[in-house]
Nanobody
Framework: QVQLVESGGGQVQAGGSLRLSCSAS????????MGWFRQAPGKEREFVAA????????TYAEHVEGRFTISSDNAKNAVYLQMLELKPEDTATYYC????????????????????WGQGTQVTVSS
């Protein structure tokens, strides 16, 4: 069972940037597809971005496309979320998620598809 730990959250002004990191405990990190989700107070958890096992393919939610970039480093057992041009509506707790899959190229963009979750890191964007 993999354990995920997020870091890098904080408070920034609108237009600023943050880079979230997610560290995984499993040495077989390369067998997992990864994703980022977020949840704002009073709202459901929503998909942000996903990356496949080999890191060659990514997908994004429409509201972050062009501003956020997901990447992974299998050698470091880590996945990242670079967030640019942050907006107040990006304020949320951001969660890293992992799903063990035999499929190298598959992307997962639904929270129920993921088996493992981190505790979350808070991102607050002020106007």
């Amino acid at each position: 069972q993999v354990q995920l730990v997020e870091s890098g959250g904080g408070q920034v002004q609108a237009g600023g940037s943050l880079r979230l990191s997610c560290s995984a405990s499993d040495r077989m990190f390369y067998t997992y597809a990864m994703g980022w989700f977020r949840q704002a107070p009073g709202k459901e958890r929503e998909f942000v971005a996903a990356i496949n096992r080999v890191g060659g393919s990514t997908t994004y939610a429409e509201h972050v496309e062009g501003r956020f970039t997901i990447s992974s480093d299998n050698a470091k057992n880590a996945v990242y979320l670079q967030m640019l041009e942050l907006k107040p509506e990006d304020t949320a707790t951001y969660y890293c998620a992992a799903v063990h899959t035999p499929y190298l190229a598959r992307l997962f963009d639904i929270n129920l598809q993921y088996h493992y979750w981190g505790q979350g890191t808070q991102v607050t964007v002020s106007s």
